[in-house]
């Protein structure tokens, strides 16, 4: 019984005991060490500096994970930090007692960003500044122009008699710009030498993607009028009308950087006497037969040939146009309407003023007489107002609508200069394609005379589509600049032109008003 008694538990509950002792040791170091590694998170919201004399004390055992839990309260500060934007603290305030206040703070990573828009950093802000400057700088290349050229165009007078007269106007010029032999021009000028002029500016830049401002166009009507009739005062409004179109022609090709400075532009202000006269010119002359037979053309060639645009902004001002053409033309019919009420409303005031004037006549009563002839005096006066608005509501807002129809025109033919630039590109491409293949053909059929002149052929074209695709990214990237600049110019003079109209306009009303408050008391005098 005594062999199978078990001995005593001493052993093992020592062990067991000197392994807590181990273990209670362990959990108070840890449990010490964690309320120093406590101690420094503590510290760290004020001064991020303490927390390095600690991480030199960590054990090795456990600095994985207490390290962890710090770098993640410190990641979380920083983010505070930079979305409070809070102040780094000064010198001054930092303990010099402590040897490892001497050690910078670390400062926050600026992230790059693609867009300068942060205004925190200052480095952020410089670089914004850059780009912002750097954006306008070709258009202030072009806007930004010392010279200036000031051209008029008055006294208009009718040269001859019969079906063979013709109207010849003064343009007067006054410029800077060193390329003209004189500061001050004067020169005559008839009708069919601005539409030459502007025939030889279309020949010359069209083509390389230029918008050229359109000229007046001819009026058959008008001209019989003027060469059949003896006496001026019936066609004065048509000529006053084509002057101030001519004057809108050469003011905006003056404008262009490029086309004032063209040869023919300088010779059409300079040169003294008459131009070589243009025979092109008339629409029932051979080369205007033409020029309508390349318009259909022109026209056949967008319906067979589909261009594939790669460029969506391309795409995008296309579309824009067409909205912006069928807009203006709407507008413009509305405006012209408007002119038309207008007129009629001046007429029948006037009509209205007469009647008015008979009656006060006939009236026996003095009282009412006399009002009645205050009246047809006031409605005489706003008659005259009624007029000079339709005529400003004309000349302001439904000949720059008018224009601006006419500008899209020439926009749409530079587009179409781009359209048949890649048409021919990609002809020339389809072309050395058959050649290569015609090679490959004589190659295989063992026709060796004949692989020379093939290979020439293939040289040829290959240079002819390099050529083709260098026109079409030139006059594609001229395309973009005209347009911008034609946005400027459109946003400009649509405002100045409104601004101006609604003054008018404002002007116009406080003259009625005055007019009926000055015919009031004379009403009010009946008795």
């Not at 503590?42 to 960590?58: L, Y």
Request: with cysteine.
């Amino acid at each position: 019984m005594a062999d199978e008694r078990e001995p005593p538990p001493m052993e093992e509950s020592n062990e067991n005991n000197e392994d807590d002792i181990f273990s209670e040791a362990i959990e108070k170091k840890t449990t010490d060490e964690s309320k120093t590694e406590e101690q420094p998170v503590i510290d760290s919201k004020q001064e991020e500096p303490t927390r390095v004399p600690i991480k030199a004390d960590i054990n090795t055992d456990d600095l994985f994970s207490g390290d962890g839990d710090e770098v993640k309260l410190d990641s979380e500060e920083e983010e505070e930090e930079e979305e409070e934007e809070v102040p780094e603290p000064e010198p001054s305030k930092t303990d010099d007692s402590n040897p490892f206040n001497s050690v910078e703070p670390p400062k926050p990573v600026e992230e790059p960003t693609p867009t300068p828009q942060i205004s925190v950093s200052s480095h952020s802000s410089s670089s914004a500044v850059k780009v912002t400057a750097s954006k306008p700088s070709k258009e202030e290349e072009e806007e930004e122009d010392e010279f200036t050229i000031d051209i008029k165009i008055s006294d208009p007078q009718k040269m001859g008699d019969g079906m063979g007269a013709y109207m010849v106007y003064r343009v007067r010029t006054k410029t800077t710009v060193p390329a003209f032999r004189k500061a001050e021009l004067s020169v005559l000028r008839r009708f069919s030498d601005f539409l030459g002029l502007h025939s030889k500016l279309a020949d010359k830049h069209v083509s390389k993607g230029v918008i050229v401002p359109p000229a007046p166009e001819k009026s058959v009507i008008g001209m019989t009028k003027i060469k059949v009739s003896k006496d001026d005062s019936g066609s004065s409004d048509f000529i006053e009308k084509r002057r101030a179109a001519l004057e809108r022609f050469l003011t905006r090709t003056a404008s262009h950087p490029l086309l004032r400075m063209d040869p023919d532009f300088r010779d059409f202000l300079e040169r003294e006497g008459d131009l070589p006269k243009s025979t092109n010119t008339s629409a029932l002359s051979g080369a205007g037969v033409m020029r309508l037979f390349h318009k259909v053309g022109d026209a056949v060639d967008k319906i067979s040939f589909k261009m594939d645009e790669s460029d969506e902004w391309f795409d995008e001002r296309h579309q824009q146009i067409e909205n912006l053409d069928v807009q203006l033309r709407k507008l413009h019919s509305s405006m012209e309407t408007l002119v038309h009420h207008r007129k009629e409303l001046s007429l029948t005031t006037m009509h209205f003023s007469k009647s008015a004037a008979m009656l006060g006549n006939a009236e026996e009563h003095t009282a009412l007489s006399r009002a009645l002839s205050q009246l047809a005096e006031t409605e005489e006066r706003i008659e005259i107002i009624q007029h000079d608005q339709a005529d400003h509501d004309f000349y302001l807002m439904a000949e720059l609508l008018k224009d601006y129809i006419s500008l899209l025109g020439s926009v749409k033919e530079v587009f179409h200069e781009r359209f048949k630039t890649y048409k021919v590109w990609k002809e020339a491409e389809a072309t050395l394609t058959k050649k290569r293949e015609n090679k490959a053909k004589l190659e295989l059929a063992g026709k060796n005379d004949k692989v020379p002149q093939a290979q020439n052929e293939i040289t040829e074209w290959s240079e002819k589509v390099e050529k083709g695709k260098e026109d079409f990214e030139k006059i594609s990237q001229t395309i973009r600049k005209e347009m911008g600049r034609f946005d400027r110019h459109r946003v400009e003079d649509f405002k100045t032109t409104v601004v101006r109209y609604l003054e008018q306009l404002m002007e116009n009303q406080q003259k009625l008003i005055k007019c009926w408050e000055a015919f009031l008391p004379e009403a009010k005098a009946i008795a």
